[in-house]
């Protein structure tokens, strides 16, 4: 028996009714979850405020800003919050950088002195090996940070900005900081975070005669509309409040504020970019919404138009360095700007292989599972709980729906 087209149509919609009636349970239940762990970082006072946005196969099926923006003004968090986004930073330069590769104004195995002459970092035997623009975006440049390396480490005694503080240092004055002090290995045999995307912003400027900030404008956030996202702050009365974590609560930064992390301490200056004399830092230097975040992370889960071809993605999102870097614990490696997930079992994450994640020191988490069709942002206004504690986890959790026991 056939059915007339106008049967097939209406077949066809109430098929498409039934799934969508039973995707809507599922939909609420995440929703229920992500609901309880945004509250309960809340009311266990780890986070101060937060905007969480989750999309399925390009369609946001949880939004919530929760908590404060300005905790001591009791100002409430909003969904366009502006956020001092730090390493969130690096994944939008990487994608300005692969433009470039694409129009043949740089090459990935450009040294860097063909863009930066004077840049000549030293192993400590004294010779000068040779860095390529690709080492510096897999980060497996000899480089490191100041906050990896302790408080009494070379970057620190060198003065080196690590993109978060030293408001009105030129990015001369820190190339220059961050070439004095010798490599922590020669180039390409290990993996290492590090400054390499502040490196990289400077050999994009050098090789084009653009600023970054024009650079990243003309190639990412102006094609997708991110009008909140660049080097400056486009409404100051949307800036976020930045905290560091404390007891019995997170703690309001002030004008310098400096915030453990594993065997160091990040250096925080949250007016540096209210500062238009500070470097436009590719590693740290941008503020923007979790929303133009979601417009950025969408284009790249969607193949990358209308500012990358897919073919430079799917490059991008390959796993350069090996998942024996464990750059966000076992199992993970690293791409182009952020890391990639080679097998889910070491961490026991609920996440696809080849997904891909990143964070930020002010207090971000993000990841997109293609497989899921997943693309998960969460900001918080709280450092460094919301990139590094329990907070992103449980977020991770409750969107698979996963359930765990101590």
Same mark, same amino acid.
């Given at each position: 028996?056939?059915?007339?087209?106008?049967?097939?149509?209406?077949?066809?919609?109430?098929?498409?009714?039934?799934?969508?009636?039973?995707?809507?349970?599922?939909?609420?239940?995440?929703?229920?979850?992500?609901?309880?762990?945004? +509250?309960? !970082?809340?009311? =266990? #006072?780890?986070?101060?405020?937060? %905007?969480?946005? *989750?999309?399925?196969?390009? &369609?946001?099926?949880?939004?919530?800003?929760?908590?404060?923006?300005?905790?001591?003004?009791? #100002?409430?968090?909003? &969904?366009?919050?502006? @956020?001092?986004?730090?390493?969130?930073? #690096?994944?939008?330069?990487?994608?300005?950088?692969?433009?470039? *590769?694409?129009?043949?104004?740089?090459?990935?195995?450009?040294?860097?002195?063909?863009?930066?002459?004077?840049?000549?970092?030293?192993?400590?035997?004294?010779?000068?090996?040779?860095?390529?623009?690709?080492?510096?975006?897999?980060?497996?440049?000899?480089?490191?940070?100041?906050?990896?390396?302790?408080?009494?480490?070379?970057?620190?005694?060198?003065?080196?900005?690590?993109?978060?503080?030293?408001?009105?240092?030129?990015?001369? &004055?820190?190339?220059?900081?961050?070439?004095? %002090?010798?490599?922590?290995?020669?180039?390409?045999?290990?993996?290492?975070?590090?400054? !390499?995307?502040? %490196?990289?912003?400077?050999?994009?400027?050098?090789?084009?005669? &653009?600023?970054?900030? =024009?650079?990243?404008?003309?190639? %990412?956030?102006?094609?997708?509309?991110?009008?909140?996202?660049?080097?400056?702050?486009?409404?100051?009365?949307?800036?976020?409040?930045?905290?560091? +974590?404390?007891?019995?609560?997170?703690?309001?930064?002030?004008?310098?504020?400096?915030?453990?992390?594993?065997?160091?301490?990040?250096? @925080?200056?949250?007016?540096?970019?209210?500062?238009?004399?500070? @470097?436009?830092?590719?590693?740290?230097?941008?503020?923007?919404?979790?929303?133009?975040?979601?417009?950025?992370?969408?284009?790249?889960? !969607?193949?990358?138009?209308?500012?990358?071809?897919?073919?430079?993605?799917? $490059?991008?999102?390959?796993?350069? *360095?090996?998942?024996?870097?464990?750059?966000?614990?076992?199992?993970?490696?690293?791409? /182009?700007?952020?890391?990639?997930?080679?097998?889910? #079992?070491? $961490?026991?994450?609920?996440?696809?292989?080849?997904?891909?994640?990143?964070?930020? !020191?002010?207090?971000?988490?993000?990841?997109?599972?293609?497989?899921?069709?997943? $693309?998960?942002?969460?900001?918080?206004?709280?450092?460094?709980?919301?990139?590094?504690?329990?907070?992103?986890?449980?977020?991770?959790?409750?969107? /698979?729906?996963?359930?765990?026991? =101590?």
């Amino acid at each position: 028996m056939r059915l007339p087209l106008s049967g097939l149509f209406a077949l066809g919609m109430a098929m498409s009714a039934a799934a969508a009636s039973a995707q809507a349970p599922a939909r609420q239940d995440m929703a229920a979850r992500l609901d309880a762990a945004i +509250d309960r !970082a809340i009311a =266990e #006072k780890r986070i101060v405020g937060t %905007v969480v946005l *989750v999309a399925r196969d390009g &369609e946001v099926v949880y939004r919530r800003a929760a908590g404060l923006a300005d905790r001591e003004a009791g #100002k409430p968090m909003a &969904e366009d919050a502006i @956020f001092r986004l730090a390493s969130i930073t #690096k994944p939008i330069v990487s994608a300005a950088a692969m433009r470039l *590769v694409e129009e043949g104004r740089i090459a990935l195995d450009d040294p860097v002195t063909r863009w930066l002459p004077d840049f000549r970092p030293r192993l400590p035997n004294g010779q000068a090996p040779e860095i390529t623009l690709r080492q510096l975006l897999t980060h497996t440049a000899g480089l490191s940070y100041g906050f990896l390396d302790g408080e009494d480490g070379p970057y620190r005694r060198a003065g080196v900005s690590d993109g978060l503080g030293e408001p009105g240092m030129s990015l001369e &004055e820190n190339l220059e900081r961050i070439a004095s %002090v010798p490599l922590a290995y020669p180039p390409g045999e290990s993996w290492r975070y590090s400054v !390499a995307t502040d %490196v990289l912003g400077g050999a994009m400027e050098s090789a084009t005669g &653009e600023t970054l900030p =024009e650079l990243v404008g003309r190639l %990412v956030t102006g094609p997708l509309g991110m009008e909140d996202s660049g080097f400056a702050v486009s409404d100051l009365e949307r800036l976020v409040v930045p905290y560091a +974590d404390g007891s019995p609560e997170p703690v309001r930064m002030g004008d310098r504020a400096i915030v453990p992390l594993g065997d160091g301490a990040a250096h @925080f200056a949250p007016g540096r970019i209210l500062d238009p004399a500070s @470097f436009p830092s590719g590693g740290a230097g941008m503020a923007g919404t979790a929303g133009d975040v979601l417009a950025f992370l969408e284009t790249i889960r !969607a193949g990358g138009a209308p500012i990358l071809k897919p073919e430079t993605i799917a $490059t991008m999102s390959r796993d350069h *360095v090996g998942p024996q870097a464990e750059t966000q614990g076992p199992g993970w490696g690293f791409g /182009y700007g952020w890391a990639v997930l080679d097998d889910p #079992k070491p $961490t026991e994450t609920p996440q696809s292989a080849g997904t891909i994640q990143w964070g930020g !020191a002010y207090g971000h988490s993000w990841f997109v599972d293609p497989a899921h069709g997943l $693309t998960v942002v969460a900001l918080t206004n709280t450092a460094f709980e919301g990139m590094s504690g329990a907070f992103p986890g449980e977020i991770r959790d409750a969107v /698979y729906g996963v359930s765990r026991t =101590e």
